[in-house]
């Protein structure tokens, strides 16, 4: 069984920046100053002027070909699950159906008063930040630094890298806790790690059995076509 987990480097392609690197999110944005709870709750204002920049991005953003290589392995019965650290919803849309949201969906918004979630096109962000009809403020349901993981989410990821034979690491640096120690789990327990970076990580020198220095498009493509064969 494989199982791939994937990062803000596979929706680069799609024209999401990725945080880290040149020209990431977290080189114009301080993360302590926009991705903290505690900053969120300081100055909801000032972070969702960052969110709303970035929504635009994400509200034009469509699959590329790596989300619908993934959804074609997934299709051909070569991949169980995809465990994403993306919130951009873009492997659902090229046709993914088990993917577990690892930081959660920002199509969706959630009250800090009352818990009521609504979807992103029922919330007008004409005045920011925007409220409940508790008059709560919302913010994305995604996981902020200082927020724990969905427990649903981190146990189903959990249970796939216990199981799975092949784990994909796809776009990410697996730097950032608990989502990094996640190929160190499936490594436990004798999966082979197969690494798709255009950059080494740390992952390259450790723990990966196969490193492509790649786009994730590229990688996807031959190995479909491998497969083909």
Not at 63 to 84: C, F, K, S
Not at 147 to 154: D, F, N, Q, T, V
Not at 192 to 213: C, G, P
């Amino acid at each position: 069984m494989a199982v791939a987990l994937t990062g803000a480097g596979l929706s680069v392609e799609s024209g999401i920046p990725a945080f880290r690197g040149n020209q990431g999110l977290w080189d114009r944005y301080d993360p302590l100053e926009f991705a903290h709870i505690e900053a969120f709750r300081a100055d909801p204002q000032k972070v969702w002027k960052m969110l709303a920049e970035l929504g635009g991005l994400v509200d034009r953003a469509r699959p590329n070909p790596a989300h619908r290589g993934l959804a074609r392995l997934e299709e051909l019965g070569y991949l169980r699950a995809i465990i994403t650290q993306n919130i951009d919803a873009l492997h659902q849309r090229a046709g993914s159906r088990e993917v577990i949201e690892f930081h959660g969906n920002g199509q969706r918004l959630v009250c800090l008063s009352c818990g009521r979630r609504y979807s992103q096109e029922a919330v007008v962000l004409e005045t920011l930040p925007p409220r409940c009809s508790c008059q709560g403020v919302l913010k994305p349901d995604v996981v902020f630094f200082g927020e724990p993981i969905p427990p649903a989410a981190s146990e189903k990821a959990l249970a796939y890298c216990r199981q799975c034979d092949v784990l994909l690491v796809i776009g990410t640096s697996a730097l950032v806790a608990p989502a990094s120690h996640l190929p160190l789990i499936a490594k436990q327990q004798s999966a082979r790690i197969v690494e798709i970076n255009l950059e080494r990580t740390h992952l390259s020198d450790t723990i990966s059995d196969v490193v492509l220095e790649t786009s994730a498009s590229q990688a996807l493509n031959d190995i479909l076509e491998h497969l083909g064969r």
